[in-house]
């Protein structure tokens, strides 16, 4: 086998290699498009909801939510909203402020608070508490003659009592004193966890996204691929992408795979995308599942894998500990109002689970713990998101 070897000719060589992408950064799962396809009845929903900051005097707080599963566009349409609206608001001299947290990253009501906190007066939130902090933030807000519009991404992770202290700030602190309006983001599912009467009584508007049908991902997948490479992409290539994106129910499934077909492109120095290409980042997104094994598994067994999937997404982390892993299981029997069982149950459904080949784990030893040792578990060969849809499908027709 032939070894060779990357010099500084060679290294430079590769930053002026030709690429098939435009602009790359369109297919980010953070872009924002300069237009927004399919989504308008959402959007006219929120600016009828909305424009009352606009037109009237006393500035009330409103609150939205935004429902739907994975790759329905709930971010992009949230996002797209809040940018333009800032920008009608500033022709109206309203001086808009767009706070956009994901709580994936910020995951309680405290770190958003002091995160706003910082940015707006200069302070690290040190000794304050959160409604001291909320003082101060709102004060700012109206000696400069601003109001805020918060956009809370997978608002799920907070609490019911944080939700519902984010949303009752008005209520809280007088609606005259007030200038913050609150958009909530969440999927159906998790939603359904927190989801309180009162948190609802606060709610102006819910807004349901449905997955995009065939056409609808065909347009957008060719405005993103225009928008990403330098040349026109085949429309049978863009059928093909758009097919998985229906049969996945996810848009962010076909532009991910957009961008690996051009990664793929620029790697092998070819100028155009092929079916070929796309066969194999489809399998590469989300490879091949064997969907026929969670179809004989008992209910308590599919309820721990969806624990462990659940887990494994809010930690980020390619593997969870079996602990992290019940705590969810116990949230999602809560949810259906299924009977948890103990947990040494639940590890020998985890066990069941691993000699199925449908997740792995592996024992190691914790540093500086008496307990000495702990178990990891890790799925082998679907997203957790994905899997997670695919369970959540399963228990809307068990219970």
């Not at 009828?48 to 707080?61: A, D, G, V, Y």
């Not at 599919?302 to 982390?317: F, P």
């Amino acid at each position: 086998m032939v070894s060779y070897i990357m010099d500084e000719n060679e290294f430079r060589a590769q930053f002026s290699a030709k690429s098939v992408f435009r602009q790359a950064s369109s297919l980010d799962l953070s872009y924002v498009p300069e237009k927004l396809f399919c989504r308008d009845e959402p959007i006219k929903t929120l600016i009828f909801n909305f424009r009352r900051i606009l037109e009237e005097k006393e500035q009330p707080s409103i609150n939205c939510l935004i429902l739907g599963k994975g790759g329905t566009g709930k971010t992009v349409t949230a996002r797209y909203f809040g940018r333009n609206f800032r920008t009608i608001a500033l022709e109206y001299d309203v001086n808009l402020f767009i706070e956009y947290f994901n709580c994936i990253n910020f995951r309680s009501k405290s770190k958003i608070i002091r995160e706003l906190l910082a940015k707006y007066t200069h302070g690290s939130g040190r000794g304050f508490s959160d409604d001291e902090a909320i003082k101060l933030i709102l004060a700012k807000l109206i000696n400069e003659q601003g109001y805020m519009l918060l956009i809370l991404d997978e608002v799920q992770i907070l609490s019911s009592e944080e939700v519902l202290a984010l949303l009752d700030i008005a209520e809280t602190y007088g609606h005259q004193n007030a200038k913050l309006s609150i958009l909530l983001i969440s999927r159906i599912q998790d939603w359904m966890r927190i989801e309180t009467e009162r948190i609802l009584s606060r709610i102006n508007e819910k807004i349901k996204l449905k997955p995009y049908n065939f056409e609808e991902s065909l347009q957008i997948l060719r405005y993103r691929s225009e928008l990403a490479f330098k040349e026109s992409l085949d429309e049978d290539v863009l059928e093909m992408i758009a097919q998985i994106v229906v049969d996945h129910k996810n848009m962010r499934h076909g532009i991910e795979i957009l961008r690996k077909c051009g990664m793929y492109a620029d790697k092998e120095g070819l100028n155009t995308i092929t079916a070929d290409m796309v066969r194999e980042a489809s399998n590469d997104v989300y490879p091949t599942f064997r969907g026929d094994i969670v179809d004989k598994l008992k209910d308590h067994e599919l309820l721990a894998l969806y624990g462990i999937a659940r887990s494994l997404l809010s930690n980020k982390e390619p593997y969870t500990l079996v602990d992290d892993a019940y705590d969810e299981y116990q949230e999602i029997c809560n949810t259906y109002n299924v009977e948890a069982h103990v947990k040494m149950s639940f590890r020998k459904y985890v066990r069941q689970l691993k000699s199925l080949k449908i997740i792995s784990s592996k024992t190691e030893r914790i540093e500086d713990s008496e307990r000495g040792r702990h178990l990891r578990i890790t799925l082998l060969d679907i997203p957790p998101q994905k899997l997670m849809e695919l369970l959540e499908d399963i228990f809307q027709k068990k219970f």
